[in-house]
């Protein structure tokens, strides 16, 4: 039996080309309402889980855009140049992390968003989880 600190998932694009492997929990898991993340997703706020990179093992192949943020932090998105799904993505000011989409793991049981950020651009009728930190 795997334990928690060694939990395996996958998240994959739609095609499957493009994957990451996580190792143990992350993190943190997250939701973000800035417009940004609303246009990348195509939804009313990103989701995604940060784990330490050593962490993460990904496949296959990706390619990358990179845009600057509210605050000029780099945020360089890896998606699969087939399908366009977007898979994990690296914030130049945290060096060792990797953040993965949360639909890309396709896992209903995965852990809910423990923080909550932009909330000032949140969709008035979007559910923050009970307790979960929250930041304008």
Do not use: K
């Not at 095609?15 to 143990?24: E, K, M």
């Not at 989701?47 to 296959?60: I, K, M, S, T």
């Not at 855009?65 to 780099?74: F, I, K, L, S, W």
């Amino acid at each position: 039996m795997t334990s928690t600190a060694e939990r395996e998932r996958l998240a994959s694009c739609c095609c499957g080309q493009l994957s990451v492997r996580t190792r143990g929990e992350p993190v943190r898991v997250s939701m973000c309402h800035c417009l940004e993340c609303q246009r990348r997703t195509g939804s009313t706020y990103g989701a995604q889980a940060r784990f330490l990179a050593h962490q993460v093992e990904v496949a296959g192949e990706s390619t990358e855009y990179a845009r600057a943020g509210d605050e000029g932090h780099v945020a360089r998105f890896h998606f699969c140049p087939r399908c366009g799904s977007t898979v994990w993505y690296v914030i130049d000011d945290r060096p060792g992390s990797v953040v993965v989409t949360l639909g890309a793991f396709a896992d209903p049981r995965f852990p809910a968003p423990t923080f909550s950020v932009y909330e000032e651009r949140r969709h008035a009728w979007v559910s923050v989880p009970d307790g979960a930190e929250r930041m304008d």
